[in-house]
């Protein structure tokens, strides 16, 4: 149902565009949530769109990251810029249906999620 993309290697400082794509219905109905763990972390939560457009981010991404739905509405962005050796993680999307602002950065809401992709910053 969800397949995310655009990890890689890059520098402190660097960008790097995360994709996930969804199926038609979850892409369109569902709130999309980006969560990340690192080395050792529990997973946590990093953005989410929920199916009205409104965006929600972590206080350590505010202001750095943005997330932001495709014009074909299934597929959902995140842009990382100014990124920091901290934000090396695996990142996953998630989609739910039953998302409310309580349990927005709970894993437990979310039951479609992608596989990961792997995001590491470098000094």
């Known amino acids: 149902q969800l397949q995310a993309s655009g990890g890689g290697s890059v520098q402190v400082g660097g960008s790097l565009r995360l994709s996930c794509a969804a199926s038609?219905?979850?892409?369109?109905?569902?709130?999309i949530t980006w969560f990340r763990q690192g080395p050792g972390k529990e997973r946590e939560f990093v953005a989410a769109?929920?199916?009205?457009?409104?965006?929600h981010y972590a206080d350590s991404v505010k202001g750095r990251f943005t997330i932001s739905r495709g014009a074909a509405k299934n597929t959902v962005y995140l842009q990382l810029n100014n990124l920091k050796p901290e934000d090396t993680a695996v990142y996953y999307c998630?989609?739910?249906?039953?998302?409310?602002?309580?349990?927005?950065?709970?894993?437990?809401?979310?039951?479609?999620w992608g596989q990961g992709t792997l995001v590491t910053v470098s000094s």
């Open positions: 998630a989609a739910g249906g039953g998302v409310i602002l309580s349990n927005l950065r709970d894993v437990a809401a979310y039951g479609y």
């Open positions: 038609d219905r979850t892409g369109s109905s569902y709130t």
């Open positions: 769109v929920r199916y009205s457009g409104t965006t």
